[in-house]
């Protein structure tokens, strides 16, 4: 029971350090890439990376980025010169205006060739590891699915503390600019 024990804590270290020393790294280093060969710079690409999934608005952008909703307007006004999305008016709130991932020969050609790279190494790890049996199949995907959902949980929490700290930082410039003193202090 222990050699399962010790042999189990084995694998779940390597699995972590396959993760962490070169998932995540080859996955910055690919975003930082991808982001240059565009041309939009990190921040362009999450945009675009929203706006594929679904329209986004300035202020979701703003959010993801942790930056202000000018700056990320600022951004939408680049990918919109370069023909990458459109702004069109949001038919719920008057002021707001969707943001949508347009068709674009070169991005979409980049991002063809890239995932056509992928699937020819998928298709290789398919073949290499017998993973065309549907349960042998569906560990190796869950696998992957696991930690994409760990890393996206991480993300999500660093970014929300990271979002949660500058809201605080601007409500206590926006208090000493005003020289009001908060309840505590009387």
């Known amino acids: 029971m222990e050699d399962t024990a010790r042999a189990r ?6 699995l972590v350090d ?26 362009g690409l999450a945009v675009l990376e929203d706006a594929g999934r679904r329209p986004t608005t300035a202020a979701r952008a703003a959010l993801r980025l942790g930056m202000t909703p000018s700056a990320a307007t600022k951004v939408i006004r680049k990918l919109e010169s370069d023909g990458h999305v459109v702004r069109t008016p949001s038919g719920t709130h ?5 943001v949508e991932l347009l068709p674009h020969a070169s991005r979409d050609l980049v ?14 790890v398919v073949s290499t590891l017998g993973l065309t049996s549907e349960a042998r199949l569906r560990i190796a995907a869950e696998t992957l699915v696991q930690v994409a959902w760990a890393l996206g949980g991480e993300a999500w929490e660093m970014e929300h503390v990271a979002a949660r700290r500058a809201h605080t930082a601007r409500r206590v410039r926006a208090r000493q600019r005003s020289g009001r003193r908060p309840p505590w202090e009387w």
Do not use: F, K, S
């Open 9 to 14: 804590d084995r694998a779940v270290e390597e």
């Open 94 to 98: 008057e002021q707001e205006l969707l």
């Open 111 to 124: 991002l063809g060739l890239v995932r056509t790279h992928v699937r020819g190494t998928a298709a290789h």
């Open 18 to 43: 396959l993760v962490m020393d070169q998932l995540v790294p080859a996955i910055g280093w690919y975003r930082t890439q991808l982001a240059h060969r565009l041309g939009t710079g990190l921040p």
